[in-house]
């Protein structure tokens, strides 16, 4: 299943034209690598992060059935990253930060990418630390069968306590949105600033 959303060719990330093959051929290793490093490069973003984006791309191809083909790989990616970056990361990464990345793109339509990403995951962001645990060593191990070095540490009682307690409070916080998210362009930016109340963490 594909879904206009995600589809490049609809909602391009830059101005300039996409190939009319843009659909035909798959990307490379590095083409993928690159993309993902200038979002996590420019927006600062951690390794743990990295790990919550796969949570979220694994959950949404499950819940949803969509297909990760060459027309939509690139604003896949996009929308978990951006999910992922406002569930985990300590400076939480707005829709208007990601246009300054991707200058060619509006915030309207990270607003839409966004709701329509939490809608395919039918609201389910909740992390628990065992679900990290289990993508940690995955990659872990396939790091190491293909001889890479693998520099992330194991998650921490305090980090898996966080992670738990934040992507709870946002799953709860988003529940409570969700309603309000159903308007084209609603955005849950302001949940951002919900997470680091000291109650929450201690």
């Known amino acids: 299943m594909l879904l206009d959303i995600f589809d490049e060719k609809r909602h391009p990330l830059s101005k ?10 798959d990307p490379e290793q590095r083409q993928i690598y690159r993309f993902v490093r200038t979002l996590f490069s420019a927006a ?5 992060c990295a790990i919550v984006t796969l949570v979220y791309l694994e959950r949404l191809l499950t819940y949803a059935e969509i297909d990760i083909c060459p027309s939509n790989w690139k604003r896949i990616v996009l929308g978990a990253i951006l999910l992922a970056s406002k569930v985990w990361d300590d400076q939480a990464v707005w829709n208007v930060d990601y246009c300054q990345i991707l200058k060619d793109i509006t915030v309207e339509d990270m607003n839409e990418l966004e709701r329509q990403f939490l809608e395919l995951l039918q609201f389910n962001i909740n992390v628990p630390s065992s679900v990290y645990a289990k993508y ?3 990659l872990r191990s396939l790091s190491e ?13 305090d980090k898996a306590r966080r992670l738990e307690a934040i992507s709870r409070l946002c799953d709860d916080k988003y529940k409570d949105v969700r309603r309000a998210a159903r308007k084209r362009s609603a955005s849950v930016d302001n949940l ?9 963490l201690s």
Do not use: K, M
């Open 16 to 25: 300039s034209e996409v190939p009319l093959d843009y659909d035909r051929h």
């Open 44 to 48: 600062q973003l951690t390794s743990e």
């Open 136 to 138: 940690y060593f995955d």
């Open 145 to 157: 069968s293909n001889n890479l070095s693998f520099p992330l540490e194991p998650l921490s009682r």
């Open 192 to 200: 951002c600033g919900i997470r680091w109340v000291p109650a929450i």
